[in-house]
């Protein structure tokens, strides 16, 4: 038997990639925000701060690990672990080029969907281990938030399941070569863009770790590379739904001139920074308002757009 | 839904603004004479420690981070045996300033008093005395005050008379 | 008492009509400023800072500016004090006040607690207006107690009042006229009342201030102060004590109605310096060389284990300390460590007060006394006090003049002006003159003896069925009828007397006179002077004498003898103590400063001085007085009772063991002795306050004081015997009048912020006078009159009666040490009558020589006409006279020539 390598290759390359930059959005993201406040941020270690991420994760690395005694040692370890693990997995059906994935199943979105809400144990049971009444409110707060936002999720992106006739990740790219989706499904991609942030728990809705009412939540008992895991797994998060964004409605790696790889790092990378833009420029809303914009605006707007999506392409027949 | 619209644009567009930061160890920033920063104690015009130790910034002071021990020269002047900061618990209100009768003690516009230990931060009177007047160039208590001194007898302060000769009976 | 109505801005308040209004308003919690009046000394109206507005009826809107002071509380006066035209007149009269003030209080020793300030601020005088020069003063030298500095002056007349008024001084006066008036002495030089001192606190600002706190000033807000009791002498005048940077920086008087009122004696304020003194015992000695806690701990533990251990105790020790000694030794080996002499007359006095029907009189009770008998005491120099007292005491009967015009008390001027020089009977019987002798009716100086037989006489005199004198002399049976017709005619008579004669026929005599008018239904005191602070304590726990304890050593197999804070060699010749010293193998001491018993110990323990310790002493009242820890030794000194617990705890003795703290301790005392049953009523238990902080809230530098020693700030020291907290923390609620660690309100610094202490000014403090009397008088009548009646004094030839002579500063042993009062003690002397010297050819000035017993001394000669023949003086406790038991006899001659075996005639 011949031992292909190419997917092992694969995987050291998405590896190493994604866990980069997902310690480099640190910097990134520390970089932006101060760029839109009219400051410099991390700019003293190293070449224009670079040097800021090693310091980070020395930091993190170095500092006391932690575990109170209170909490529930073996869940207390594991939480972080759930999060980091899961976000990585779901990079298993991203294709980054032509040919250039790991798994390219034909339910790719379905395997999207379901490892990325498996990151909510992560939240839940670190917000219950830590015998924390805080960091237990986080828990269950992250826990409702996934749930309601999870379904239109799952929802708003069927419109361009539907025009592409596939589940294969691939597939959808091949079938935006004419025309990217996000101009038949504008409203899924808002709708997809709003479930993504709810689904990284990034600002403005991460209420699960609101400093101002629950003193960091699910994470507030975290400490050195525990509480880096948790980081990373965010990170990896927003690479993920940015990814899923640029490869469901903007052609992933289609583009002229460039090669495919790039393109799809570019747009990408264009959605990465638009959420931390969303970062420094949104207030974060109550929860209940979270709530009922979930169930009663998302999710009827989703239907619609899938009945009316799915109506025209009956009609077109 | 505009608004949040408005606001990201509002913030995207901070991405051409001046940045406001200073860059401070290559860049200082501008202190006014009044700025609260180290405390240094004073002498008046004449050279004299202008510190009389009447213990009013001690008791001002809202950290009670001063300590001081009067005592008197030969001739009755007062002064601080002893006179310490500490500095780790200084809140800089200055507190000490507004309460000195004598412009003795005052803030100076210098802030950069960073110490690897901590008790490195408490000062004692050969640390905080200086050679001028700081920010009261004429004042001098002693010119004013009542009590006799060396080289200051009764009747010679500023608007006094001679000492009463309680032996004459002249109106 | 009754009560009057009066109507202050409106409102209907109860009051004492006996009062003026400037009393009531202060009474009632109103701040109203003053500066020439003071409750002790009464109202002349001299400042016009009181004024109030009176109004004649409901419907006058107009009214009329008076002074309060001088405005009797009478039913259905109607009052504003603040109307704005009385607050405005109130405002000018201090800006005139303040005229010629000096820009001085940063550096005056008054700012902070300065009545003139408070009344500044509360009148609201900020900005000085007058352009003009101020008037300057000179300052003079009062001596190195009190300091001067005449500026600062607004002439309230108080001091003059205090001094020559109300304490008998002549040294002091006004001088020059109209806005430059001086108060001062003719010349500079020493203050000669005993009471100059108070000077510091009458002075509503700062022309007299504390000299001795000069030396290392602290301001009232950062001294850390508890309640405390003096120790120089037996009469336990409360003090509040002031630490600083870990050193004792001052004694203030602590306002008790029933003890001290508003004063204190010079040494009692001024004695206080013996604590930081350079013979000052602050670690444990281990055959005189210095070592550490355990180490003294394991010798002392080593020691206790050879053999059998006698205890000697002391009078300047407190019950606690005296008691730890007791169980430690065992009541059967605890020994008073007063002489035999001295121990037996002051049993002889707590049985006359405990057996017999007359009451000993609080001191407040002796200034309400309108006939006074003192027999055979110095009181100015033993007990100065009570001299103060008496000399108020004198204006009893002389008062009911002034009331029989309708003059009401406080209304001092007048009062004056009505009695004039009269004075109310006092009889002074003593063996040289006092200084009280100017108000006397009459005095008498005779030989110890001689005074008891007058004692005697107008026991007889007073009631025939006391036995009677015979073969007494014509002047002396007219003297007895006049004492005893005034004593008997008095409604609050009182005799006083003491052991300063070392005569027990004279303490017996007194109590003869107290129980003669006891039986003749007058209800008269009797107190007697203590010679220590916790004399009458150590009587009544009725240990044996110091020569009880050398007999014990001599038949008894005594391995080691504890002394607690006592100098033996001043309770006995040396020749004895060093045979007491010799009996044993281990001599322990526990002391606060280095002494000659000290010096021969093989263990010295460091024992707190009243400042480092916890304690109680019963006054020569009988009164049980509580006092506290002042400052945290960071040093080795504690309390001796800790020492000896801590030491037989360590031995294994489990009776000692249970006592944790204080309270523990006095309730075993209690429980032990029957006498101390009322000994933990004293002060409320450590369990019954929340925290009372020494330090008041303005107290500075927490975060800097020991920073220099590390900036990490320790816990504060904790207190694990009383209530009182070594930082700013208290709880909520009022402070027991005898926790009170220092008197302040709000608006009020200085230390007359004791009126918002008082239920009534001048009255007693508020939930009662601190102390519990132990002593109360028998019910019963099994008393009879002593019989034992002296013979007269014989003055042998060639051979004189030598007794002591006290001195205020000098005959105390503590005192003596405090550096300011060590400039002031008398050197050396023998007082001789002028008619004797020129027996023995001695001048004035002159030396002589004495043979007293087995030594020879050589001395200056003081002539004293007032001594009577066959009597010599020998000053009282001084160097190097401190160890021989007077009254005895000696021999003189002058120098250059021999002593021959029948003296020099």
């Known amino acids: ?165 596939s589940f294969r990740l691939t597939d959808i790219v091949e079938a935006q070569r004419g025309l990217w989706f996000v101009v038949p499904q504008f409203l899924g991609f808002i709708l997809f863009l709003i479930a993504g942030v709810a689904e990284t728990r990034r600002l403005p809705f991460d209420l699960a770790e609101a400093e101002s009412e629950l003193i960091a939540g699910f994470h507030s008992e975290y400490s050195g590379m525990k509480f880096g895991m948790f980081f990373v797994g965010e990170y990896i998060g927003v690479i993920l739904v940015s990814a899923a964004i640029s490869l469901l409605f903007f052609g992933g790696w289609l583009g002229p001139v460039l090669p495919p790889a790039l393109w799809f790092a570019v747009k990408t990378m264009f959605f990465i920074c638009l959420f931390i833009l969303l970062r420094a420029a949104l207030p974060r809303p109550r929860f209940d308002q979270l709530m009922s914009w979930g169930w009663k605006v998302m999710l009827p707007l989703a239907l619609v757009n899938l009945l009316v999506t799915g109506a025209v392409v009956l009609a077109r027949r | 839904m505009l608004s949040l619209v408005r606001s990201l644009w509002e913030v995207f567009r901070h991405t051409f603004a001046r940045r406001v930061t200073v860059q401070y160890p290559e860049q200082k920033a501008y202190l006014s004479p009044r700025y609260r920063g180290r405390i240094v104690l004073t002498r008046d015009p004449d050279g004299g420690e202008r510190c009389v130790a009447c213990n009013l910034c001690a008791v001002a002071c809202p950290v009670a981070c001063i300590s001081l021990q009067a005592t008197e020269d030969e001739h009755g002047r007062r002064y601080p045996e002893f006179f310490r900061i500490n500095f780790s618990r200084c809140i800089f209100c200055g507190y000490c300033e507004e309460a000195c009768p004598t412009y003795a003690i005052q803030l100076t516009p210098d802030c950069e008093m960073g110490e690897y230990k901590r008790q490195n931060l408490v000062y004692e009177k050969t640390d905080l005395m200086i050679d001028g007047p700081g920010k009261y160039p004429d004042y001098n208590f002693w010119r004013v005050a009542g009590v006799a001194i060396g080289g200051k007898d009764k009747g010679q302060a500023e608007n006094e008379l001679p000492p009463v000769d309680t032996h004459s009976l002249m109106p | ?271 206080y310096e013996f604590v930081e003194s350079s013979l000052r015992i602050r670690h444990p000695l281990v055959d005189g060389k210095p070592a550490t806690r355990s180490e003294a701990l394991e010798r002392f533990g080593a020691v206790l284990r050879k053999g059998a251990v006698i205890g000697v105790g002391s009078p300047r020790a407190s019950l606690e300390s005296n008691f730890a000694l007791r169980a430690l030794a065992g009541p059967d080996h605890f020994f008073a460590g007063v002489p035999d002499e001295e121990s037996r007359l002051i049993s002889a006095m707590v049985r006359i007060l405990r057996d017999g029907p007359a009451r000993s009189p609080s001191l407040d009770e002796v200034e309400h006394s309108d006939a006074v008998f003192v027999l055979g005491e110095d009181l100015t120099n033993v007990a100065p006090i009570m001299a103060l007292r008496l000399r108020q005491s004198v204006r009893q009967a002389p008062m009911r003049l002034a009331a029989g015009l309708h003059i009401p008390e406080w209304l001092d001027h007048a009062v004056r002006e009505t009695v004039q020089d009269a004075k109310g009977p006092l009889f002074i019987a003593s063996p040289y003159a006092t200084k009280l002798d100017d ?68 303490i017996e005599a007194a109590g ?217 923390e208290s709880g909520p609620g009022p402070v027991p009048s005898s926790l009170i660690p220092f008197f302040w309100a709000p608006g009020w610094n200085s230390v007359q912020a004791v009126n918002k202490f008082q239920s009534e000014i001048g009255g007693a403090l508020r939930g009662g006078d601190p102390g519990v009397r132990l002593i109360e008088p028998s019910r019963e009548s099994v008393w009879q009159y002593f019989s034992a009646i002296p013979p007269a004094f014989k003055s042998r030839s060639g051979e004189w009666l030598l007794i002591p002579v006290f001195h205020i500063f000098g005959s105390e042993e503590l005192s003596r040490h405090a550096q300011g009062i060590s400039q002031l003690l008398p050197r050396p002397y023998l007082a001789l009558n002028p008619a004797e010297a020129s027996l023995v050819g001695a001048k004035a000035g002159g030396r002589i020589k004495i043979l007293i017993e087995d030594s020879q001394f050589e001395l200056e000669i003081m002539l004293r006409a007032d001594l009577p023949r066959g009597v010599a003086g020998l000053p009282a406790g001084l160097p190097p006279f401190d160890g021989i038991q007077l009254p005895l006899f000696c021999k003189l001659a002058s120098v250059g020539t021999e002593f021959s075996a029948r003296g020099v005639l």
């Open chain 3, 1 to 271: 008492m009754t009560v009057a109505t009066i109507f202050i801005d409106n409102a209907p308040r109860e009051v004492n009509p006996k009062q003026n209004l400037l009393h009531v308003c202060l009474s009632l919690g109103y701040d109203l400023p003053y500066f020439c009046w003071h409750p002790a000394l009464g109202s002349v109206g001299a400042c016009r800072q009181c004024a109030v507005k009176q109004f004649r009826n409901e419907q006058d809107a107009t009214g009329k500016i008076v002074m309060a002071c001088m405005t009797p509380a009478a039913e259905g006066t109607r009052i504003s004090i603040a109307d704005p035209e009385v607050v405005a007149f109130r405002a000018g009269v201090i800006q005139g006040l303040m005229q010629n003030h000096p820009h001085d209080c940063p550096v005056c020793d008054e700012g902070g607690e300065c009545h003139l300030q408070d009344m500044t601020v509360m009148t609201g005088h900020r900005q000085r207006v007058y352009s003009f020069g101020k008037r300057t003063f000179r300052n003079q030298y009062l001596g190195p107690l009190v300091n001067h500095e005449m500026n600062r002056c607004i002439q309230c007349q108080r001091c003059v009042r205090f001094y020559r008024e109300y304490a008998g001084g002549h040294d002091l006066n006004a001088f020059h006229l109209r806005d430059s008036i001086f108060y001062g002495r003719h010349e500079d030089g020493v203050l000669e009342s005993e009471f100059s001192g108070n000077l510091v606190e009458i002075c509503p600002t700062g022309v007299f201030t504390d000299a001795t706190l000069k030396h290392h000033y602290s301001r009232k807000w950062d001294l850390q102060m508890a309640p405390s009791i003096c120790v120089h002498c037996g009469l336990g005048c409360n003090i509040t004590a002031g630490e600083r940077y870990g050193t004792l920086r001052r004694v203030v008087n602590r306002y008790n109605h029933e003890v001290n009122g508003y004063f204190l004696c010079d040494r009692g304020r001024f004695g």
């Open chain 3, 512 to 728: 003869q006179i107290a129980w003669a008018l006891c039986k003749v239904g007058s209800p008269a005191s009797l107190s007697f002077t203590m010679p220590e602070c916790n004399s009458f304590g150590l009587a009544l726990m009725e240990a044996p004498p110091l020569s009880e304890a050398l007999r014990t050593v001599r038949s008894e197999p005594v391995s080691t003898l504890i002394v607690l804070e006592n100098d033996l060699f001043r309770r006995a010749p040396a020749n004895e103590v060093t045979s007491l010293l010799r009996g044993v193998q281990h001599l322990i001491v526990l002391d606060h400063l280095g002494n000659p018993t000290t010096d021969a110990a093989e263990l010295v323990l460091p024992a707190g001085t009243f400042a480092e310790s916890d304690g109680t002493l019963v006054n020569n009242e009988g009164r049980a007085q509580r006092f506290f820890q002042v400052l945290n030794p960071s040093t080795d000194v504690q309390e001796s009772w800790r020492w000896l617990h801590e030491v037989s705890v360590a031995a294994g003795s489990k009776s000692m063991e249970r006592w944790e703290d204080l309270d523990d301790l006095t309730a075993t005392i209690a429980k032990e002795i029957a006498a101390f049953g009322a000994l933990p009523k004293v002060a409320p238990p450590r369990s019954a306050v929340g925290k009372i902080a020494r330090e008041p809230s303005r107290y500075s530098g927490r975060t800097a004081m020991l920073a220099n020693i590390s900036v990490h700030e320790p816990r504060p020291p904790q207190d694990p015997d009383s209530s009182l907290a070594f930082s700013m």
């Open chain 1, 1 to 165: 038997m011949r031992l292909n390598l190419f997917p092992l290759l694969v995987i050291a390359v998405v590896l190493f990639v994604v866990l980069n930059l997902s310690a480099g959005l640190i910097w990134v993201e520390r970089r932006l925000l101060a760029l839109w406040q009219d400051r410099y941020g991390p700019n003293r270690v190293g070449p224009f701060g670079l040097g800021q991420i090693l310091a980070d994760s020395i930091k993190l690395f170095t500092k006391e690990d932690w575990i109170p005694p209170f909490a529930d040692k073996p869940v207390f370890i594991l939480a972080p672990a759930i999060v980091v693990a899961t976000s990585l997995i779901s990079f298993a059906v991203v294709p980054f080029a032509p040919g250039f994935v790991i798994a390219d199943l034909n339910i790719g979105i379905l395997f999207l969907l379901a490892m990325s809400s498996l990151g909510v144990y992560s939240v839940v049971l670190a917000g219950w281990s830590s015998n924390n009444k805080y960091s237990l409110l986080g828990g269950i707060r992250a826990a409702a938030q996934m749930m309601s936002y999870e379904v239109f999720m799952g929802l708003s992106l069927l419109g361009s399941v539907i025009l592409a006739g």
């Open chain 3, 439 to 506: 108000i006397a009716t009459a005095t008498y100086h005779a030989s110890p003896d001689d005074l008891a037989r007058l004692g005697f006489a107008i026991a007889h005199a007073i009631d025939a069925t006391a036995p009677e004198v015979i073969a007494l002399s014509p002047e002396l049976e007219t003297m007895a009828a006049k004492i005893a017709a005034a004593l008997r005619g008095a409604q609050h008579p009182l005799v006083v007397a003491g052991a300063s004669c070392r005569n027990r026929g004279v």
